[in-house]
């Protein structure tokens, strides 16, 4: 079973940053955190992992809880196509897919 | 990042035939391949991992005998889906994980299978 929890859905307006939360309070100690995407039809897109310290690159931010039983994935100026199903998992063994956070994005 | 494909694409059979799915890792070698399959509006469903050189592990509900996957190379696992039926219809994605410090999953684009 999936260990994180996710909204469903999220809306945003397009070119305002967009904060996506997810909940892991079962995490160990050296379990990455993974965000991956999914558009229709495609495979999932890797986005940005981290451990502890909060990571940037070119796609997101990724800000963990000083705790890690949480983190949320930034995406700072949202387009049109940031529009997809955005996975939050943890582990590095085997990625086990919850639901995910379904978001939208407004012209 | 690191680049997974997938073939074919998209594939039609009919009821009682096996189909072949690939995946290859382009650009890194992988001992480590993961199977998924995706039924619409649904999420991902890991059904196994394939390792190098050994059986692959598979999660539980999934028949192994049916779901027969090789991983001969460090590049190339497949998944053959054996004496397919419509219920088996369903999205096939592939994962590669790169070795290091930080390891990271890589998917593939899918493969779209159709039994009729």
């Known amino acids: 079973d999936a260990k994180t929890t996710q909204p469903n859905s999220m809306e945003s307006n397009e070119e305002e940053p967009v904060h996506l939360p997810c909940n892991h309070s079962t995490i160990s100690g050296t379990d990455y955190i993974h965000w991956y995407r999914q558009l229709p039809s495609q495979g999932p897109e890797y986005v940005i992992h981290?451990?502890?310290s909060n990571v940037n690159n070119r796609m997101a931010s990724l800000a963990i809880a000083e705790d890690r039983k949480s983190s949320t994935l930034i995406l700072h100026r949202a387009t049109l196509r940031d529009a997809a199903v955005y996975y939050c998992?943890?582990?590095?063994?085997?990625?086990?897919f919850g639901q995910g956070t379904r978001l939208t994005i407004n012209p | 990042g690191a680049v997974v494909s997938q073939h074919p694409s998209r594939v039609i059979c009919k009821s009682g035939t096996s189909v072949k799915i690939e995946c290859r890792s382009l650009?890194?070698?992988?001992?480590?391949m993961f199977w998924y399959r995706q039924f619409p509006k649904q999420s991902l469903m890991l059904m196994a991992t394939s390792n190098e050189g050994s059986k692959a592990t598979y999660e539980q509900g999934v028949e192994k005998d049916k779901f027969l996957i090789n991983h001969a190379s460090l590049t190339l696992s497949t998944l053959t889906v054996t004496s397919a039926h419509p219920e088996d219809s369903s999205f096939y994605i592939c994962?590669?994980?790169?070795?290091?410090?930080?390891?990271?999953?890589?998917f593939g684009p899918g493969t779209r299978l159709l039994v009729l």
């Open positions: 650009d890194f070698q992988a001992t480590t």
């Open positions: 981290g451990l502890t």
């Open positions: 998992n943890q582990g590095a063994q085997k990625l086990v």
């Open positions: 994962s590669a994980r790169t070795s290091g410090v930080q390891e990271t999953q890589y």
